[in-house]
Nanobody
Framework: VQLVESGGGLVQPGGSLRLACAAS????????MTWYRQAPGKEREPVAT????????NYADSVKGRFTISRDNTKNTAYLQMNSLKPEDTAVYYC?????WGQGTQVTVSS
């Protein structure tokens, strides 16, 4: 299993970023995918989950209405569109499934 996140960076409050998670080594279309994040000094927490077909999604209360998870099973890729970013969204973001995580991508929200 290999998961490779990309798309992180430095953004001002109120800005947007789109993260991508490229998956390989397993049948991507057969598994739900979850985005997690870990802020400095805090536990890793789930942010959003998407079902195998994309028909069902769940979000942490802290990101509802601002973040959107999606997937493209033809490209073996999951996405996290993040809008209206806040400084408290600053963290390393990971995608995960089957007990595996990628290396993460840093998101920093600061003016």
């Amino acid at each position: 299993v290999q998961l490779v996140e990309s798309g992180g960076g430095l953004v001002q409050p109120g800005g947007s970023l789109r993260l991508a998670c490229a998956a390989s080594g397993f049948t991507f279309s057969s598994y739900a995918m979850t985005w997690y994040r870990q802020a400095p000094g805090k536990e890793r927490e789930p942010v959003a989950t998407i079902s195998v077909t994309g028909s069902s999604t769940n979000y942490a209360d802290s990101v509802k209405g601002r973040f959107t998870i999606s997937r493209d099973n033809t490209k073996n890729t999951a996405y996290l569109q993040m809008n209206s970013l806040k400084p408290e969204d600053t963290a390393v973001y990971y995608c995960g499934t089957l007990g595996y995580w990628g290396q993460g991508t840093q998101v920093t929200v600061s003016s």
